[in-house]
């Protein structure tokens, strides 16, 4: 197997800015029948501040900001047992369920604190954090913090947002919290995935008043605390993220399967590969083109958007940034040209059949002859 290389987006590895329109706006909008597209170039708007701001968060901040982190874990989830499993919880861990057709939504909490400290070590009488480091090191932390007009105290909300394509994303939770709940996930689970193949998205986020909502450098930054449909909004383009990483992985796989194929036919014009293995991967190949593109939960937009309309714009935003439209038509330019050659390796292998079916029609021919010929002879022998 080859090694898992993530998600295939830009963003992650190239700073990109992303705004997302906030819900009132959008009524706002929406009331003004001026007829031009006022709103779809929001998502295109590079603000100076916002920008200017999102540059002081790095690497180096992620620790001390809250969690957002997407598994795929599973094919699908068994969502009727989920939701009475977070029925089950309401008073253990304050569990209030809903379901938003193929997502289940709940608070989550396991008892800890409401709100998140951003810079997280205390100060040593000697000039040393709580965890190890420099003081200079958690001032300049301070100090960005502080730069980008956040509050040292930032609201939170640990919520689980489960998806039936076998997907889950976590808001708030710290990382063993995290391993924690997806143990009491597994037992809804329908074909799980290994452990090496599960796939994961980690982002942060933090609360601002000061600018637009926007998505920067894998930080999401939110306006609405309290509006956990916002949340909903940006959770789904981040499970359809996540699942495509997985049919990424899988074409990647078939990818390293198959590439010294050509190389072998045009070196020794013979195929290595056994028939049942070439049937096998062809198979394998026409699943994943279902669950690329007859998924609709997992490429389209959800129902959801069709029910709660101002969300959509937010929606589409997340995906933009997470790049899924780009990087779906890649995966169905990758998977036809795989698809091209397993087609040929197919011919191949039954035209070498239909070969050995000709061999062997021939040598019955030709023992059928041999036998008339040996009759003859004994016949002439016996009138003799």
Same mark, same amino acid.
């Given at each position: 197997m080859s090694s898992r290389? %993530?998600?295939? $987006?830009s963003t992650k590895t190239a700073a990109k &800015? $992303? &705004? &997302?329109?906030s819900t009132e706006e959008f009524a706002d909008f929406r009331r003004q029948d001026t007829g031009r597209e006022v709103y779809s170039q929001l998502p295109h708007i590079e603000g100076s501040t916002a920008r200017k701001d999102a540059e002081y968060? %790095?690497?180096r901040h992620r620790d001390h900001l809250p969690r957002v982190t997407a598994y795929c874990t599973c094919d699908t989830f068994r969502v009727d047992l989920l939701f009475k499993f977070f029925q089950s919880r309401r008073s253990s861990h304050k569990t209030r369920p809903k379901q938003f057709d193929e997502c289940i939504y709940s608070p989550y909490s396991y008892g800890s604190e409401e709100t998140v400290d951003l810079l997280g070590d205390d100060i040593e009488p000697d000039g040393k954090?709580? %965890?190890g480091g420099s003081t200079t090191t958690h001032d300049t932390i301070h100090n960005d913090i502080f730069e980008t007009g956040l509050d040292r105290n930032q609201p939170l909300f640990r919520e689980v +947002?489960? +998806?039936s394509y076998g997907v889950v994303v976590l808001w708030g939770f710290t990382i063993?919290?995290?391993h924690r709940f997806l143990r009491e996930l597994s037992r809804f689970e329908i074909e799980k995935l290994k452990m090496d193949d599960i796939e994961v998205e980690e982002f942060n986020y933090y609360v601002t008043n000061l600018y637009q909502p926007r998505i920067f450098n894998d930080f999401i930054a939110l306006r609405d605390a309290s509006n956990y449909m916002i949340r909903l909004s940006i959770s789904h383009a981040i499970a359809q993220s996540v699942k495509i990483s997985l049919f990424?992985? &899988?074409v990647n796989e078939t990818i390293d399967a198959t590439k010294d194929t050509p190389q072998m036919i045009a070196e020794s014009g013979r195929i290595k590969l056994k028939r049942e293995e070439i049937m096998m991967a062809v198979g394998q190949l026409f699943i994943l083109r279902i669950n690329i593109n007859l998924q609709g939960s997992v490429l389209d937009s959800p129902e959801l958007m069709w029910?709660?309309?101002q969300l959509e714009p937010i929606y589409t935003a997340a995906r933009s940034y997470l790049e899924i439209n780009q990087r779906v038509a890649l995966l169905n330019q990758r998977v036809e040209v795989i698809g091209d050659l397993l087609s040929m390796l197919k011919e191949q292998i039954t035209h070498t059949h239909d070969e050995s079916l000709e061999w062997i029609v021939v040598i019955l021919m030709a023992l059928l002859v041999l036998i008339a010929i040996f009759s003859i002879l004994v016949d002439l022998r016996f009138f003799k």
């Amino acid at each position: 197997m080859s090694s898992r290389i %993530g998600p295939q $987006r830009s963003t992650k590895t190239a700073a990109k &800015l $992303r &705004l &997302l329109p906030s819900t009132e706006e959008f009524a706002d909008f929406r009331r003004q029948d001026t007829g031009r597209e006022v709103y779809s170039q929001l998502p295109h708007i590079e603000g100076s501040t916002a920008r200017k701001d999102a540059e002081y968060l %790095g690497k180096r901040h992620r620790d001390h900001l809250p969690r957002v982190t997407a598994y795929c874990t599973c094919d699908t989830f068994r969502v009727d047992l989920l939701f009475k499993f977070f029925q089950s919880r309401r008073s253990s861990h304050k569990t209030r369920p809903k379901q938003f057709d193929e997502c289940i939504y709940s608070p989550y909490s396991y008892g800890s604190e409401e709100t998140v400290d951003l810079l997280g070590d205390d100060i040593e009488p000697d000039g040393k954090s709580a %965890g190890g480091g420099s003081t200079t090191t958690h001032d300049t932390i301070h100090n960005d913090i502080f730069e980008t007009g956040l509050d040292r105290n930032q609201p939170l909300f640990r919520e689980v +947002f489960c +998806f039936s394509y076998g997907v889950v994303v976590l808001w708030g939770f710290t990382i063993e919290e995290e391993h924690r709940f997806l143990r009491e996930l597994s037992r809804f689970e329908i074909e799980k995935l290994k452990m090496d193949d599960i796939e994961v998205e980690e982002f942060n986020y933090y609360v601002t008043n000061l600018y637009q909502p926007r998505i920067f450098n894998d930080f999401i930054a939110l306006r609405d605390a309290s509006n956990y449909m916002i949340r909903l909004s940006i959770s789904h383009a981040i499970a359809q993220s996540v699942k495509i990483s997985l049919f990424e992985e &899988l074409v990647n796989e078939t990818i390293d399967a198959t590439k010294d194929t050509p190389q072998m036919i045009a070196e020794s014009g013979r195929i290595k590969l056994k028939r049942e293995e070439i049937m096998m991967a062809v198979g394998q190949l026409f699943i994943l083109r279902i669950n690329i593109n007859l998924q609709g939960s997992v490429l389209d937009s959800p129902e959801l958007m069709w029910t709660e309309p101002q969300l959509e714009p937010i929606y589409t935003a997340a995906r933009s940034y997470l790049e899924i439209n780009q990087r779906v038509a890649l995966l169905n330019q990758r998977v036809e040209v795989i698809g091209d050659l397993l087609s040929m390796l197919k011919e191949q292998i039954t035209h070498t059949h239909d070969e050995s079916l000709e061999w062997i029609v021939v040598i019955l021919m030709a023992l059928l002859v041999l036998i008339a010929i040996f009759s003859i002879l004994v016949d002439l022998r016996f009138f003799k």
